[in-house]
T-cell receptor, first 113, second 116 residues
Framework: AQSVAQPEDQVNVAEGNPLTVKCTYS??????LFWYVQYPNRGLQFLLK????DNLVKGSYGFEAEFNKSQTSFHLKKPSALVSDSALYFC???????????WGAGTKLIIKP | DSGVTQTPKHLITATGQRVTLRCSPR?????VYWYQQSLDQGLQFLIQ???????AKGNILERFSAQQFPDLHSELNLSSLELGDSALYFC???????????????FGEGSRLTVL
């Protein structure tokens, strides 16, 4: 069965430090992978996606994600965290059978000044 | 601003009642999706419509129903409400369908339903 996992419920990072939010997936075939962000009291916003090509994908707000096929991971990264990055982050993979997105449980990112 | 509009933003009602949530998709988008977000269940896909027709069903209860109208707006009807139905209900839209659905969804800001 296709699935996506975000192993951390919460990640705490000091402002200015690099951040990583982890995501692993399980799909048959080549995955379509996504990161979305949800700020407090807002809807989800698309950050970036990997479909094919370069394993390092750049997205909005200075975020990037690294696709690692051997480790079946798609971790979200940012070199220098901002307090305004504090939000809920969702990883998702596209289901081959019906093209719907399969969502991870979300990781709450807290950036402390 | 995603371009997706949801009303109402907040709704408080009693158990056993029925409510309707409305969504206007982004201009040009033919697909509309409904999601439920609760603290214990995370983000749950409910249903998708494309150009007026139901295309995919997720974990939608029989007490819930949806439709997409000719002008492409969509409504989610929740009936015989229970305390556990309290949640944020999101609508999202996208251009394509199936293989052409690249996965980039545009979300509204949600309707927060509280059932007392």
């Amino acid at each position: 069965a296709q699935s996506v996992a975000q192993p951390e419920d919460q990640v705490n990072v000091a402002e200015g430090n690099p951040l990583t939010v982890k995501c692993t997936y399980s799909v048959s075939g080549n995955p379509y992978l996504f990161w979305y962000v949800q700020y407090p009291n807002r809807g989800l916003q698309f950050l970036l996606k990997y479909i094919t090509g370069d394993n390092l994908v750049k997205g909005s707000y200075g975020f990037e994600a690294e696709f690692n096929k051997s480790q079946t991971s798609f971790h979200l990264k940012k070199p220098s965290a901002l307090v305004s990055d504090s939000a809920l982050y969702f990883c998702a993979v596209r289901d081959y059978s019906n093209y719907q997105l399969i969502w991870g449980a979300g990781t709450k990112l807290i950036i402390k000044p | 601003d995603s371009g997706v509009t949801q009303t109402p933003k907040h709704l408080i009602t009693a158990t056993g009642q029925r409510v309707t949530l409305r969504c206007s998709p982004r201009s040009g988008d033919l697909s509309v999706y409904w999601y439920q977000q609760s603290l214990d269940q995370g983000l749950q896909f409910l249903i998708q419509y494309y150009n007026g027709e139901e295309r995919a069903k997720g974990n939608i209860l029989e007490r819930f129903s949806a439709q997409q109208f000719p002008d492409l707006h969509s409504e989610l009807n929740l009936s015989s409400l229970e305390l556990g139905d309290s949640a944020l209900y999101f609508c999202a839209s996208s251009v394509g369908l199936g293989q052409s659905n690249t996965g980039e969804l545009f979300f509204g800001e949600g309707s927060r339903l509280t059932v007392l």
